[in-house]
């Protein structure tokens, strides 16, 4: 059972315009939302995270966006850069469940310059 | 401050083989946890330890085991290896207290054949 999805398997966007990557859950007792960026060869590094008490959160480049009623939450990366061209990951964790968290299949980002 | 480091980074074992692997996390980390990734599936959570003690455990048989020693340097365990093992195993530290953010290894390689 696929708590945390990432339906888009990939995505490819133009260099200065906006990414968006969606994730939706099925969890209701997800309070913690995180996105990675991984690249190849490399493990994830960590690039932001929401609360359940807020629905939008940013960080320079990067926003992230939550729907709790619709158990969806979305990354926007504006302006795109290649540098930007990586697999990211969606997860969510349960306050309390110290560090169990699930992530989702992933989403492949090409910028194209 | 060093990152989280895994070894070794590659290694083919034969089916019904047994392998350690080898995770330090980043100094002053008291949790890590370990994923498994393979295509398609993402990262599964397999087990988190802190202070020496298993917090969290995910849905894998037991072939797969751990532990963690007092400097926090963690080994996992995959016994009677199988074909479908072969992944790319990931080792994530935190401090395990509060916040939800974790720093990952580069993983280790592992091919079942």
């Known amino acids: 059972d696929q708590q945390v999805k990432q339906n888009s398997p990939s995505l490819s966007v133009q260099e200065g315009r906006i990414s968006i990557l969606n994730c939706d859950y099925t969890n209701s007792m997800f309070d913690y939302f995180l996105w990675y960026k991984k690249y190849p060869a490399e493990g994830p590094t960590f690039l932001i995270s929401?609360?359940?008490?807020?629905d939008k959160n940013e960080d320079g480049r990067f926003t992230v966006f939550l729907n709790k009623s619709a158990k969806h939450l979305s990354l926007h990366i504006v302006p795109s850069q290649p540098g930007d061209s990586a697999v990211y990951f969606c997860?969510?964790?349960?306050?309390?469940?110290?560090?169990?968290?699930?992530f989702g299949t992933g989403t492949k980002l090409q910028v194209i310059p | 401050k060093a990152g989280v480091t895994q070894t070794p980074r590659y290694l083919i074992k034969t089916r019904g083989q047994q392998v350690t692997l080898s995770c330090s996390p980043i100094s002053g980390h008291r949790s890590v946890s370990w994923y498994q990734q393979t295509p398609g599936q993402g990262l599964q959570f397999l087990f988190e330890y802190f202070s020496e003690t298993q917090r969290n455990k995910g849905n894998f048989p037991g072939r797969f085991s751990g532990r963690q020693f007092s400097n926090s340097r963690s080994e996992m365990n995959v016994s009677t290896l199988e074909l479908g093992d072969s992944a790319l195993y990931l080792c994530a530290s935190s401090t395990g207290t509060g916040v939800r953010e974790q720093y990952f290894g580069p993983g280790t390689r592992l091919t079942v054949t």
């Open positions: 997860a969510a964790s349960v306050t309390g469940g110290y560090q169990k968290v699930t």
């Open positions: 929401i609360s359940s008490i807020k």
